[in-house]
Nanobody, 123 residues
Framework: QLQLVESGGGLVQAGGSLRLSCVAS????????MGWFRQAPWKEREFVAPISVSGGSTLYADSVKSRFTITRDNAKNTVYLQMNSLNPEVTDVYYC????????????????WGQGTKVTVSS
């Protein structure tokens, strides 16, 4: 299994931007599609965006489409989430995970979760 470490979260004003990073511990990173999820307290972990092994295919939740961009750099074992035009509704803890099998939209399809990085958007 991959060890994943997220970073880049923080406090930002509405309208601002953040870039989250997720670094994997092993070169086998390049064999996995990766995904970002978000979770608020007492809520289910929600799909944000996955990216294919090559980085050529991506999907986005409707709530973040056109504002968030997922990319990856396999040479650096890293997946990114560029977050623009932030609003308080996206305040959550963000997690990256490696896709194992099944639907890209479901958390059960992923393994090797990171510990999360908190994003707080102030109004």
């Amino acid at each position: 299994q991959l060890q994943l470490v997220e970073s880049g979260g923080g406090l930002v004003q509405a309208g601002g931007s953040l870039r989250l990073s997720c670094v994997a511990s092993a070169s086998t990173f390049s064999r996995y599609a990766m995904g970002w999820f978000r979770q608020a307290p007492w809520k289910e972990r929600e799909f944000v965006a996955p990216i294919s092994v090559s980085g050529g295919s991506t999907l986005y939740a409707d709530s973040v489409k056109s504002r968030f961009t997922i990319t990856r750099d396999n040479a650096k074992n890293t997946v990114y989430l560029q977050m623009n035009s932030l609003n308080p509704e996206v305040t959550d803890v963000y997690y990256c995970a490696a896709h194992v099998e099944g639907s890209y939209y479901k958390r059960e399809s992923y393994g090797s979760w990171g510990q999360g990085t908190k994003v707080t958007v102030s109004s």
